[in-house]
Structures are given as structure tokens and as C-alpha cells.
């Protein structure tokens, strides 16, 4: 059984995993109004990827007889004023995701909770990755090369 502290802030998660969902679905629409279809896909693809987050930690929370808590998911804008600062956005946003999961960690700690801390693993060493590719990225951009040349950059999976 996992701590109710810990349920708690897993709960949270789930809202800031379906968010960054939307946001990054949110992303891919203006780079298709841009006509940047590497970058389109790219941040799909991330969209994709933070629902399955979200639903990982339903699952566990779910396996683990814990609530489940599914919260309305804010409203994400497509308007950027530029590929750099969606990117920059994205590394943001990241970092303060890698933070959530360094709390949660200390506080499976603190509540004995072996399972959960085991859990949470994944997510911490996921964000490494994240925050790396996002860094990667808008240091490109920075660097002045064009968004259609640095697609040519972008991980494809």
C-alpha cells in the first residue's frame, strides 16, 4: 500500500501530466501553422508521451487501491511568439515536472513508502532525458540555427 501523502501529490501529477499533454498538443498546431512538420510531430509525439505518463500513474495508483483522482485539465493556448519560446516553455516546464518527482521522492521516503519510491524511479530518470533533449534544443535555436534546419536535430522515435 502506498502513503496517502504520496497518493495525494500522484494525484496532482496526473493533472500536470494531461496539461503538459495539451500544452504540447497545443504546440504541434501552431508548428503546423508554421509549416515546421519535423516540429509538429516532434511535440505530438510528447503529447503522446505525457498521457502515457498520466496513465501510468492511474494504473499504479489504481493496482495500489488507492484514489484516483481525475481533475479538469486547464486549456492550453497554440499561439507561440516564436519556435524558441516553445521550446523554452517546454524546458520550463520540464524542470519543474523533475522537480515534482525529486518531492515526491523524499516524500515516499520519509512515509517508508518502498513502493512508491520504487515507482517513481522511472519518472526521475525519464526527466534526465526530457530536460536533456529540451536543453539540446533551445541551445540550438539560441545558437541562430533556422527551426527547418534544426529539425534535422529532433529525436525521432
Not at 111 to 136: C, P, S
Not at 151 to 156: A, C, I, N, S, V
Request: net charge negative.
Amino acid at each position: 500500500m502506498i502513503s496517502e501523502a504520496l497518493a495525494g501529490l500522484l494525484n496532482q501529477q496526473i493533472v500536470h501530466e494531461f496539461r503538459a499533454s495539451q500544452v504540447y498538443l497545443g504546440m504541434s498546431v501552431y508548428c503546423t501553422g508554421l509549416n515546421l512538420d519535423g516540429w509538429a510531430g516532434f511535440f505530438e509525439r510528447q503529447s503522446e508521451e505525457e498521457r502515457e505518463h498520466a496513465l501510468k500513474i492511474v494504473r499504479f495508483l489504481s493496482e495500489a487501491s488507492a484514489p484516483v483522482s481525475l481533475e479538469a485539465v486547464p486549456e492550453a493556448t497554440t499561439r507561440y511568439g516564436s519556435l524558441l519560446e516553445a521550446v523554452s516553455k517546454s524546458l520550463e516546464y520540464e524542470r519543474k515536472v523533475s522537480d515534482s518527482f525529486r518531492i515526491m521522492a523524499k516524500v515516499a521516503q520519509e512515509h517508508h513508502d518502498h513502493t512508491g519510491y520504487g515507482f517513481l524511479q522511472w519518472f526521475l530518470k525519464e526527466q534526465i532525458e526530457e530536460e536533456n533533449t529540451f536543453a539540446r534544443l533551445e541551445a540550438v535555436l539560441e545558437g541562430g540555427l533556422n527551426p527547418f534546419q534544426a529539425e534535422t536535430l529532433l529525436p525521432r522515435e
